[in-house]
């Protein structure tokens, strides 16, 4: 099956740029998302991107597509306290089978 | 922006009894939802796929039996853990795929997450 890694943790300073990282291994995804899940809540959308494309640019995120290396990451510039969550890149074929990665924890430092 | 939204939120049971989670897509019409769950400090797993008016497909490892799901409108899906046992205490997350055609576009939505205890 499918296979999806994250980092499990990463720690930054408020003010600080974050890099969140994501590998798979299935070729056939088309769409490529971020979600966002803080404590006791549930997903949130942050952005997406098509298989297509190698870059993405909405406001402070920026995600980064490396079809060849099957690698996927979100920078979050000028990080907040209130960008602390856990991080999950999803990956779909088109089917609506979302696969996700592990989750990555992202604890600021104010 | 569409809206999924569980009920309850939080839950907590006895060992042994049945419990109902909702899922309801509230501004728009959800051929297919899907059902998650995730473990603590883990991914989100998918549990099963709902269409409505037809039986839902379980993912490998999933017990049809344990977890019932129906989709019997457009706007609802429900998830009932019956015989509910200590180890079923997780977070169960919904989402929801609109209709082909609508202004939405086709996008899935997740729900808020509801929280079942089992003691």
């Known amino acids: 099956g499918e296979d999806v890694e994250q980092s499990l943790f990463l720690s930054v300073r408020e003010g600080d740029s974050s890099v969140i990282n994501c590998t798979y291994t299935?070729?056939?995804?088309?769409?490529l998302y971020w979600y966002k899940q803080e404590p006791g809540a549930g997903l949130q959308l942050l952005t997406y991107i098509f298989s297509n494309m190698d870059m993405k640019q909405d406001q402070r995120l920026t995600v980064l597509l490396n079809k060849k290396d099957k690698h996927l990451s979100l920078r979050i510039a000028d990080t907040q306290t209130g960008d602390s969550a856990i991080y999950f890149c999803?990956?779909?074929?088109?089917?609506?089978?979302?696969?996700f990665g592990t989750g990555t924890r992202l604890k600021v430092l104010a | 922006g569409a809206v999924v939204s569980q009920h309850p939120s939080r839950v907590i049971c006895k060992s042994g009894t049945s419990v109902k989670i909702e899922c309801r897509s509230l501004?728009?019409?959800?051929?297919?939802m899907f059902w998650y769950r995730q473990f603590p400090k883990k991914s989100l797993m998918l549990m099963a796929t709902s269409n409505e008016g037809s039986k839902a497909t379980y993912e490998q490892g999933v017990e049809k039996d344990k977890f019932l799901i129906n989709h019997a409108s457009l706007t609802l899906s429900t998830l009932t853990v019956t015989s509910a046992h200590p180890e079923d205490s997780s977070f169960y997350i919904c989402?929801?795929?609109?209709?082909?055609?609508?202004?939405?576009?086709?996008?899935?939505?997740f729900g808020e997450g509801s929280w079942l205890t089992v003691v």
């Open positions: 999803a990956f779909t074929s088109g089917t609506y089978k979302y696969i």
């Open positions: 501004d728009f019409q959800a051929t297919t």
């Open positions: 299935d070729s056939s995804s088309t769409y």
């Open positions: 989402s929801a795929r609109d209709h082909p055609g609508q202004s939405s576009g086709n996008t899935i939505y």
